[in-house]
């Protein structure tokens, strides 16, 4: 499985930001797809997660009721939509996919970054 992220870049705080993750190889064996971040000298952050199927969806308490994630079946597309973007959401953000046979995220894109100046 392959992931290529997009849409990153610079907003002020309480603006918005769309990042895609396009998803290529053998999705037929893609169960969850996530989103990561991690901040300058911090560890890796979960931030969102949506089953391949796009019928279930999970959010860290820190980004719940800002962000939002999808998944567009059609191109094999999974998208995180960040409103209401503060100065601490500033991080490298991270796609990621986990197989149905394994418990944890084994592939992972190149990360983009998010940049929230106050």
């Known amino acids: 499985v392959q992931l290529v992220e997009s849409g990153g870049g610079l907003v002020q705080a309480g603006g918005s930001l769309r990042l895609s993750c396009a998803v290529s190889?053998?999705?037929?064996?893609?169960?969850?797809m996530g989103w990561f971040r991690q901040a300058p000298g911090k560890g890796r952050e979960f931030v969102a997660a949506?089953?391949?199927?796009?019928?279930?969806?999970t959010y860290s308490d820190s980004v719940k009721g800002r962000f939002t994630i999808s998944r567009d079946n059609s191109k094999n597309m999974v998208s995180l939509q960040m409103n209401s973007l503060i100065p601490d959401d500033t991080a490298v953000y991270y796609c990621a996919a986990r197989l149905t046979t394994k418990l944890e995220y084994g592939s992972w894109g190149q990360g983009t970054q998010v940049t929230v100046s106050s």
């Open positions: 190889g053998r999705t037929s064996s893609i169960g969850r």
């Open positions: 949506i089953s391949w199927s796009g019928i279930s969806t």
